[in-house]
């Protein structure tokens, strides 16, 4: 069975650094495109970033590039999302979902086949 499971959310103060983990169990994430999502309170779900495993590309919303930065460790089958300087904005439920068919283009859109759980991540001082 497909799993996905994020960890390491948590209240954090403006200004501070979190790093989520997205860790795949029942399938191996080469050739997958991996995203982050976020929903907020009385919000839509909003894609965050995403990374292509074929070839390491790249993605981000245009509001966290150059705070937020999207990694993989094959070996250990899982995805990486370094936040830095997190804004109240930020705050949010963070998904992470794989798919093998999706270009990482448009991967930020969100229509992708697996979904983990999601992990809070608040901001506030």
């Not at 948590?10 to 982050?36: D, E, H, K, M």
């Not at 370094?82 to 804004?87: C, D, H, I, P, Y």
């Not at 439920?93 to 697996?114: K, N, Q, T």
């Amino acid at each position: 069975q497909e799993q996905l499971v994020e960890s390491g959310g948590g209240l954090v103060q403006p200004g501070g650094s979190l790093r989520l983990s997205c860790a795949a169990s029942g399938f191996t994430l080469n050739y997958y495109v991996i995203g982050w999502f976020r929903q907020a309170p009385g919000k839509e779900r909003e894609g965050v970033s995403c990374i292509n495993s074929s070839d390491g590309s790249t993605y981000y919303k245009d509001s966290v590039k150059g705070r937020f930065t999207i990694s993989m460790d094959n070996a250990k089958n899982t995805v990486y999302l370094q936040m830095n300087s997190l804004k109240p904005e930020d705050t949010a439920v963070y998904y992470c979902a794989a798919d093998l068919y999706v270009l990482g283009s448009s991967c930020l859109r969100g229509y992708l086949d697996v979904w983990g759980q999601g992990t809070l991540v608040t901001v506030s001082s």
